[in-house]
DNA sequence: CTGTTAGCGCCTTCAA
DNA sequence: TTGAAGGCGCTAACAG
């Protein structure tokens, strides 16, 4: 016969037999009420129930069942945060701002994933709703935005990534154009020409926009713009090893890159190694996003600073102002270049 | 006067007017229970109610109460994650598996972080116990063993990196001493004598740990310890750079240097590169973790890998078996050393 | 197969 | 300042 390794749940609620305030009254010899309020501290209660009633908490090690009082209060102080992957530093970053934004409110983030899969995005949505959280925060969501909109109905949203506007819904873009504008004119700067850019995914606006801007800093240097310098990537370091590895198979000259993002310039910064190519004496690079890792690798990555953590903390602070019912127009921060070692003027 | 943003909320319960089994049991002339039993899939429901029911749920666009069905269960299906820091590739890595042991289970995880702050610590975990967390993982808490066997009373918690035996207390930890010697061994192999250990912060235990596995495969090849070799560290690049700098400003001479973890290696190669050092022509180099970057740095380096995603995978697993009231016995998955290209024989 | 009923733990009028 | 009472949305006996 086996033995039983805990206390059978009761029938229904509460597991084992937690306390509750019922205990605590009666413990302190006072009502449910007062110990509510007491908690609440809506009221005031007299200092010999107040003592009575702390001596019954601590005795029975009383702690407030935090799901009743949302169930109750038709308010669960949460609000979800809906990422692709919690192990990309991308989301990690704002996830801090986002932490950094809540702290003192009482609000707790709900964290979720939906692995780049816009299946799983609308389910992992709907479970928070689910789960009464009285905001949602989207980072890099691919939701259409019709889809987003009707959501925003049910509860107030703030995506990143996006220009949107409404009632209740709000986007927060960062301008990646200018992002690759500035990335490019620096490299034309030190009279790069022939000017690599490995590329983000195909269908991703912001890695659109990139190239866009590096188009008009090529085109604001009169330099033409070759099809052949474009390669593709997938904003993964693998991406931007094979494409360079395959530009160079291929023997097309180039001084610099432009990479879509940092971990893609990494991977070029590999397949660039593997050749017997130096950074930058032979070629100069630039990545995008600046991640923590960008200041200590070797040499240390010239980049475009995306302000995660600030974009993180408006997003999460405007949510809190959309729940509040009070309108918000969050600012957007900009992007600036970072230069480092990885970029030299051309020989 | 202001113009109201948002819908009053009534006075108290669910925000504005969301749907509830009640408002789906009139529309679908049924009662409530019927509701209930189709959405748990409990009981039989005759198709004729069924479709009823579907059409009513469509068209008010129901969303169960998860709050309210938990309360009543005394399930919250969820289970606490307790991290140090989202923003640590260390930390994610484990996250992602943990989200793969719960992946059709109906357990979400509610992920904190305490920022390395004891004192935040604990207020998270009683933060997760108020919130009816059915388990608690606890990724690399600093918390004292007594104090986590007590909550283990409230709630059955499964801690990485310690060791821990308990009726609803598991402890899981790799076998860092041992990861310790086989980078240690790896550098012995090719020659160097001289090898720097660049060293955890003094108060953890792994660090500790790895650098007795240092010790180990020193005296092993007759190599004495020499203390001026170890030098102190954070665990981040901050602390390798330092470290290294220093070292090399006194002078001190060293073939190889094994560091405490890789963002550590990280800093400490940019402090060799400063100097005009090349890895692994000059100095080899090895690290301990093996971040998803490490494979991608130039040179790709040498280091000992951890297995986060088992590891979070396994506790998760172990976690769940605790919640059932089953015994749980989790294997540690094995460290192993992958060689790279930081390390080379010794001149 | 279905409806009635009694709560889960907490909060909040209402009346004293 | 305090207590009694009703109810948040949902579930799980218990009858029918």
Redesign the pocket.
């Known amino acids: 016969m086996p033995i039983p390794t805990r206390r059978k749940r ?6 084992g ?9 009666e413990a302190a ?12 501290g ?5 200092e ?3 003592d009575a009633i702390d001596a019954a908490i601590a005795q029975l090690k ?8 949302s ?4 308010r669960s102080m949460t609000i979800g945060v809906l990422t692709q992957d919690v192990n990309s530093p991308f989301f990690t970053e704002t996830l801090v701002g986002v932490e950094a934004a809540l702290e003192g409110t009482g609000y707790q983030p709900l964290i979720v994933s939906s692995h780049w899969r816009p299946a799983e995005e609308a389910d992992r949505i709907r479970s928070l709703i689910g789960r009464q959280v009285e905001g949602i925060l989207v980072l890099i969501g691919s939701l259409p935005q019709a889809q987003l909109l009707k959501l925003a109905e049910d509860v107030p949203i703030v995506a990143t990534g996006r220009e949107l506007q409404g009632q209740r819904l709000l986007g927060l873009r960062v301008d990646n154009e200018g992002g690759g504008y500035l990335a490019t004119r620096h490299l034309l700067e030190l009279g790069h020409r022939r000017i690599v850019h490995a590329a983000g995914p195909d269908d991703n606006v912001d890695a659109a926009d990139r190239l866009a801007g590096y188009r008009r800093a090529l085109a604001e240097f009169g330099v033409a713009f070759d099809r052949k310098l474009v390669v593709p990537g997938n904003f993964r370091e693998t991406g931007g090893l094979m494409a360079l590895t395959h530009l160079l198979d291929k023997g097309v000259s180039f001084t610099a890159v432009f990479a879509a993002n940092d971990q893609t310039a990494f991977g070029a910064r590999l397949a660039l190694h593997r050749r017997g190519l130096r950074v930058p004496e032979d070629v100069s690079l630039v990545g995008f996003d600046d991640l923590p890792i960008s200041a200590f690798v070797t040499p240390p990555l010239t980049t475009v600073h995306q302000p995660m953590f600030d974009i993180g903390k408006a997003a999460a602070a405007a949510l809190l102002r959309l729940i509040a019912g009070e309108p918000a127009a969050p600012e957007v921060p900009a992007l600036k270049l970072v230069v480092r070692e990885t970029t030299a003027r051309v020989r």
Do not use: C, D, M
């Open positions: 009761s029938e229904s609620g509460n597991a037999g937690a306390v509750t305030t019922v205990q605590v009254a010899g006072v009502s449910i009420a007062t110990v509510s309020r007491y908690l609440s809506q009221a005031r209660v007299s010999a129930k107040r009383f702690k407030p069942n935090l799901l009743a009082r169930l109750k209060r038709g």
